[in-house]
């Protein structure tokens, strides 16, 4: 069993901490379901600016609202405006890589995102080779 990537808020920017609060990160809930993260599903979280990582548990916001907040002890590893990384993990077999297809989801300033997609094909060497696809503008149609 290898630990890989199932999905990733890539850039979504800190709208609130609150120190506080005993702990998580509360995330919009759209957002969540089009990346495929769960309620109370730990995920990996980096910020861009301080390179400081942490490990912390989802909530879910308010839907529509893109927020983005750091509570308790993960509020002291950023600031209002901070890009983050949260990335979500699983386990599988080497050989299931190939039907695995990990959502990313990249942020502008606003929080509004687009829809990539990773894949990875089997060579006929028995290599892997990786594969990206953009899908659509912001399909929650936030404005």
């Known amino acids: 069993m290898r630990k ?5 808020l890539h850039g979504i920017h800190v ?17 969540c379901h089009e ?4 309620p109370t599903e730990f995920v990996e979280t980096w910020n861009k600016k301080s390179g400081a990582r942490i490990s912390t548990y989802v ?18 590893i950023c600031q209002v405006g901070d890009q983050l990384i949260a990335c979500s993990s699983s ?8 039907e ?3 959502k990313s989801r990249p942020f502008d300033r606003s929080n509004q995102t687009e829809h990539l997609t990773y ?11 990786p594969h990206n696809r953009t899908e659509v503008v912001d399909a929650m149609g936030v404005q």
């Not at 990346?35 to 769960?38: D, K, M, Q, R, S």
């Not at 386990?91 to 190939?98: M, R």
Request: charged share 20%; glycine share 10%; hydrophobic share 40%.
């Open 4 to 8: 890989v990537l199932s999905a990733k």
């Open 15 to 31: 709208t609130e901490t609150n120190l506080y609060y005993p702990g998580s990160v509360a995330l919009d809930p759209g957002r």
């Open 35 to 38: 990346a495929g993260i769960l």
């Open 59 to 76: 909530i879910l916001g308010v839907r529509g609202s893109r927020c983005c907040v750091l509570n308790g002890a993960a509020a002291r």
């Open 91 to 98: 386990f599988l077999d080497e050989q299931k890589i190939v």
């Open 100 to 102: 695995l297809r990990p």
């Open 119 to 129: 894949s990875v094909s089997s060579e006929a060497a028995g290599d892997f080779a």
